[in-house]
């Protein structure tokens, strides 16, 4: 049985090139950054949490909600092949439960903060907005779509951005956890226009204040689907010693 089963609806992602030095301390032991056409990224992603099931059950009133999340990406060689993954750097919910089993059960970095969404659908564009509150502001992300699907084309850069599953993260130097996430390919609205207005400082802390002012590489917008969590696993990294001569 899936951990977790919902549906992921709507992902707005803002994706940042970054120089890989920033997210070297955050990547989990077995894994290393992935990288595309010879970039780095960060993504700023919103989407909406439907029909979220925990073991098989609904938890009333955890059933629909918003999540942002800061996150990267990396990859890990097992039995043969690449297995692509993200790490977090911190999800915003406005669910208190969600935060604490997230934490609990897979030492995630999960934080929980006042939050809210809209979706106006227009004959020929739609606008998707997530916000959540810190201290007294409201930081918002925005985008305006054409409403007409498209397939992620292969090999493009929304392809890197959309298609992993696995998720990694770091318990200590020598201890990752490891979880996969299935979802079908996923497709996407042109993007028309974007906005956004965040205290990066206030949200992420001071490694990333600096995409307070940096724009980002591009800017998608996911249809979404039904997605499963499953696999968990605790994996055990032996540092490669060094013979001492």
């Known amino acids: 049985m899936n951990f977790l089963n919902a549906q992921w ?8 090139e970054v ?16 990288i595309w056409n010879g970039k780095c990224y960060v ?21 629909d909600f918003e ?25 915003i919910v406005p669910k208190k439960a969600i935060t604490f089993i997230a934490n609990t059960w897979y030492q995630e970095h999960y934080e929980t903060l006042k939050m809210k969404h809209e979706i106006i659908e227009n004959k020929n564009t739609n606008t998707f907005m997530y916000q959540w509150k ?12 054409k409403n007409i699907l498209s397939e992620i084309e292969v090999n493009s850069e929304a392809e890197f951005i959309t298609e992993h599953y696995f998720g990694y ?3 200590d130097e020598d201890s990752t956890f490891e979880y996969e996430v299935t ?17 990066f400082q206030n949200t992420y802390g001071s490694d990333f204040a600096f995409l307070q002012n940096l724009k980002p590489t591009s800017v998608f917008l996911a249809k979404g689907s039904k997605i499963g969590v499953k696999n968990k696993r605790k994996l055990q990294i ?6 001492m001569y």
């Not at 032996?238 to 013979?243: I, R």
């Open 19 to 34: 120089n890989r030095e920033v997210l070297e301390k955050y990547v989990p032991a077995g894994t290393e950054i992935d």
């Open 134 to 145: 810190n201290d007294k502001n409201w930081n918002t992300i925005q985008i305006e779509t």
């Open 9 to 16: 609806k709507n992902l707005a992602l803002f994706n940042y």
């Open 67 to 91: 999540e942002v999340n800061l996150r990267f990406y990396v990859k890990r060689f097992e039995n043969g092949e690449w297995k692509r993954g993200v790490v977090f750097i911190k999800e």
């Open 238 to 243: 032996t540092p490669v010693l060094e013979e």
């Open 183 to 199: 979802h079908p390919r996923w497709e996407q609205f042109e993007v028309l226009n974007h906005q956004i207005d965040i205290d």
């Open 43 to 63: 993504s700023l992603v919103g989407f909406l949490f439907k029909e979220t099931k925990v073991l098989g059950l609904k938890v009333p009133f955890h059933v």
């Open 169 to 171: 993260t770091k318990i």
